[in-house]
Structures are given as structure tokens and as C-alpha cells.
């Protein structure tokens, strides 16, 4: 049987899906700009440069609807920081439904960042290979 894709919103080019099981909404924002617009639209206040500094965080608030939303952030567009994000959602998303994961079996868990990197990962990786062939064109003598 074919995996059912999740409902995707199109938040002016922020990648955003609900949630499976637990409801809310999960968002992947690239860049400053993502990420204003996601805070604007969740009616929150955008961050000041230093959130900026780091490779990426995970953010937890709620929508307009008080729906739990989680934007995880990712500067470097690198695979490795996705899923160390993606861990951090999790924890913030079972943690918001009070679903245990600290011992005995952590399918649950599992199944989440499987879901969530499933989803993720087409927008990351097709980032990352837009600001490679940047470099690649500004260092082309041609």
C-alpha cells in the first residue's frame, strides 16, 4: 500500500506539514526571510541576529488556532543538521502530548523523524544544490 502524503501548506514558500497522529503543524524555514515570515504568520515576533549565528534550532510555538506548530531551521542546508533538528521537534512534539520517550521502545519517536525527514529533505537538499551552483557560477572564470 502506498504511503497517503501528508497535507501540505504552502506558507509562501515555507515547505509545512501537519503533523501525523498528534496534529499541529511542523515547518522547515531556510533562511531569515523563511523564518520571519513563519514567526509573522504564527503572529510571533522574528529573532534578532544572534538565533542566526548557529547552524540551526527548533522552535516551538502555538498558531493563530493554538495548534502547537514547531519550525525547525536549518542555515546550512546540510542533511546532518536536519536530523539533529528533526530529533529536537520530535522531543517537542511527544513532549507537548505527553507521550514518554525515555525508555523501553521508542518506535514512536522513530516513526516521527522518518516522517518529518521524508518530507523535509526534498526542500533541504534542493536548497543546498541551488547555493552550490551559486558558488560554482561565481567562481566559473567563463
Known amino acids: 500500500m502506498a504511503k497517503k502524503p501528508n497535507a501540505k501548506r504552502d506558507l509562501a514558500g515555507i515547505t509545512s506539514i501537519q503533523i501525523p497522529l498528534f496534529g499541529g503543524w511542523a515547518m522547515l524555514t531556510l533562511d531569515r526571510d523563511q523564518h520571519d515570515r513563519a514567526m509573522k504568520w504564527l503572529g510571533a515576533k522574528p529573532y534578532g541576529d544572534d538565533q542566526f549565528k548557529c547552524l540551526g534550532f527548533c522552535d516551538e510555538l502555538d498558531d493563530k488556532e493554538g495548534r502547537q506548530c514547531i519550525i525547525v531551521h536549518v542555515s546550512d542546508w546540510k542533511l546532518d543538521t536536519l536530523g539533529h533538528e528533526l530529533a529536537h521537534a520530535a522531543f517537542k512534539i511527544l513532549d507537548h502530548r505527553g507521550v514518554e520517550t525515555g525508555s523501553g521502545s521508542r518506535e514512536t519517536f522513530c516513526y516521527l523523524i522518518d516522517h518529518m525527514f ?25
Do not use: S, V
Open 118 to 142: 521524508a518530507e523535509f529533505f526534498p526542500a533541504t537538499t534542493r536548497r543546498w544544490q541551488e547555493e552550490q551552483d551559486k558558488l560554482e557560477a561565481k567562481n566559473d572564470p567563463a
